[in-house]
């Protein structure tokens, strides 16, 4: 009669040896292992854990936000002491914050003599008296005023 077993073991010896445990089995540890990694599973699934991982960074941000929300912050700072280095610090960054400020702002002579640059390059119209220039003039005297003043009146000459 047919026993089950092709090596010739009856069913009693088959059913006596054990079985070991699935955590000893070295396929099921890598399968573990793989299916662990995320390599060996789906774009759907993949797609969930990423979204998981997602909502995890938003919601610990969240809870950092809302316990940094509980402390209340300092509205008044005191001034630094004479002569320390924080107060010549910001002595320096402030002169040289105005330095720069000053640098690109046109003086009085700057501003007079593109004044006169213009009123000598424009067109008076006969019928109406009016003083006028073309785009081409207004080039010109552009790159009149880059010659004798410098680079800072180039924001004057820009079509905004």
């Known amino acids: 009669m047919y026993s089950g ?7 009693e010896a ?3 040896r054990k079985i070991p445990p699935a955590s000893s089995m070295l396929w ?8 662990g990694s995320g390599a060996g599973l789906g774009s759907e ?42 107060q010549r610090v910001q002595r320096l960054a402030k002169y040289r914050f105005l330095k720069k400020q000053s640098d690109l702002l046109l003086n009085a002579d700057d501003l007079d003599a593109m004044w006169v640059c213009l ?5 008076i119209d006969d019928a ?7 785009h081409e003039d207004f080039c010109h005297i552009a790159s009149v005023w880059t010659e004798q003043i410098g680079p800072k009146c180039r924001r004057f000459c820009s079509p905004s």
């Open 28 to 35: 099921v540890r890598n399968l573990r292992r793989y299916i």
């Open 128 to 134: 109406t008296g009016a003083e006028k220039m073309n």
């Open 45 to 86: 699934a993949l797609m969930e854990l990423e979204t998981k991982r997602i909502l995890l960074d938003i919601f610990k941000e969240k809870q950092q936000k809302s316990a940094e929300a509980g402390t209340i912050p300092s509205f008044y700072k005191k001034k630094p002491e004479e002569g320390s280095i924080s």
């Open 119 to 123: 009123r000598e390059n424009c067109v």
């Open 5 to 11: 077993s092709s090596d010739g073991e009856s069913h």
């Open 14 to 16: 088959a059913s006596q």
